[in-house]
């Protein structure tokens, strides 16, 4: 997205028409996301009232295997000096991503969880 997003840039732009339908299309889904202005704006707030949600602590550890793609992609990424400069060198760089790796992500969850729940929700090696 460009420019700042807000609260209701979050609901109108994002939630309303991508993630409600998704959401509605599933037996009773559970929605989370992270503790980000837009996502805690009381409008955004009062939007997702419809929603099961879990809450997101504080200092929360980030277990999203997400987060270690973004890093993949971050440290390949080339200076960027415009942002559709900035757009064309992620899709380039998203485009071959090896799905292997993806796919160990998303298998070392519950090793991940493990980690953190032994580690008392602190730092751990992943």
């Given at each position: 997205?460009?420019?700042?997003?807000?609260?209701?840039?979050?609901?109108?732009?994002?939630?309303?028409?991508?993630?409600?339908?998704?959401?509605?299309?599933?037996?009773?889904?559970?929605f989370q996301q992270d503790n980000a202005?837009?996502?805690?704006?009381?409008?955004?707030?009062?939007?997702?009232?419809?929603?099961?949600?879990?809450?997101?602590?504080?200092?929360?550890?980030?277990?999203?295997?997400?987060?270690?793609?973004?890093?993949?992609?971050?440290?390949?990424?080339?200076?960027?000096?415009?942002?559709?400069?900035?757009?064309?060198?992620?899709?380039?760089?998203?485009?071959?991503?090896?799905?292997?790796?993806?796919?160990?992500?998303?298998?070392?969850?519950?090793?991940?969880?493990?980690?953190?729940?032994?580690?008392?929700?602190?730092?751990?090696?992943?």
């Amino acid at each position: 997205m460009r420019g700042i997003l807000t609260g209701q840039r979050y609901v109108d732009d994002i939630f309303r028409p991508n993630v409600r339908p998704f959401l509605n299309s599933l037996t009773r889904p559970i929605f989370q996301q992270d503790n980000a202005r837009s996502h805690t704006a009381r409008v955004a707030q009062d939007f997702l009232l419809h929603f099961q949600s879990l809450p997101w602590p504080a200092r929360s550890p980030d277990l999203s295997p997400v987060e270690h793609v973004w890093d993949q992609l971050k440290r390949q990424m080339p200076s960027c000096h415009s942002v559709q400069d900035l757009e064309l060198a992620v899709q380039d760089l998203w485009a071959p991503l090896p799905q292997d790796n993806i796919r160990c992500l998303i298998n070392s969850m519950p090793d991940r969880v493990a980690a953190c729940i032994a580690a008392g929700g602190g730092p751990t090696l992943y």
